[in-house]
């Protein structure tokens, strides 16, 4: 599909493919109106990291210097497209009232798995530098690189073994002495497997929690390493 800015709704940006005009949420994925209205897309797995850090791991990378930003769909349309949606706008996704567990502009990286959603505050990543933890019925890792500002995400299954990760000196590794991975993931061994990444969101969390109002927060590390 060709994508292009549409409008933007409740501080999250609404797209629209060209193929079929469908109105689509940044924030989920989900067609909200069109054609393909109730489809879903699927999370591609990507990071946030400096560009220094980057070019060290993936020296033949290329960059996309700008982009056209192009809308052909009037707001009042999208707006009463999403309205519509709803006999109640309060039910719509992305327009729930501010959740208070959280001050408004928190950093987050937010984690759904199975359709479970979890929020991880920034700060408590950072002191931790390593989260393990359970979602949806899977063990996962949340691993802070302190050197590229990164978050990262992980299954923690490996080979058909639940390992606990653990950072030392900026190279994560098997809390049970097997495996060692670069932060975002790459073995460090030849012919042993990469930890696989899993989507992961970093946003404030007065976006996140609007549209995962469900999801619940994870305030504290207890078996961080």
Not at 64 to 86: D, G, I, M, Q, Y
Not at 95 to 114: C, I, K
Not at 149 to 157: G, H, K, M, S
Not at 179 to 191: L, M, T
């Amino acid at each position: 599909m060709t994508w292009e800015v549409a409008a933007v709704w409740r501080r999250n940006m609404i797209v629209r493919d060209r193929e079929t005009g469908s109105l689509w949420q940044h924030a989920t994925g989900e067609a909200l109106a069109g054609p393909l209205a109730g489809r879903q897309l699927t999370p591609l797995p990507g990071t946030q990291v400096t560009w220094g850090v980057w070019r060290q791991e993936q020296p033949e990378t290329t960059a996309v210097a700008s982009a056209e930003w192009v809308s052909h769909v009037p707001k009042a349309f999208v707006e009463f497209a999403l309205r519509s949606t709803s006999q109640d706008g309060l039910n719509v996704p992305g327009m729930q009232r501010n959740d208070s567990r959280l001050p408004p502009h928190t950093p987050v990286a937010g984690l759904v798995v199975a359709g479970e959603a979890r929020a991880y505050p920034l700060e408590m990543l950072r002191a931790a530098g390593v989260v393990n933890d359970a979602l949806g019925g899977q063990p996962v890792a949340l691993v802070y690189d302190s050197a590229g500002e990164r978050v990262c995400a992980f299954d923690r299954r490996v080979s058909g073994r639940v390992v606990s990760l653990a950072l030392r000196a900026g190279k994560l590794y098997a809390a049970e002495g097997a495996g060692r991975w670069r932060s975002d993931g790459a073995s460090r061994v030849e012919s042993a497997p990469s930890l696989r990444w899993l989507p992961l969101s970093r946003q404030r969390w007065l976006g996140w929690s609007e549209f995962h109002p469900g999801g619940d927060v994870k305030m504290a590390a207890p078996f961080a390493t």
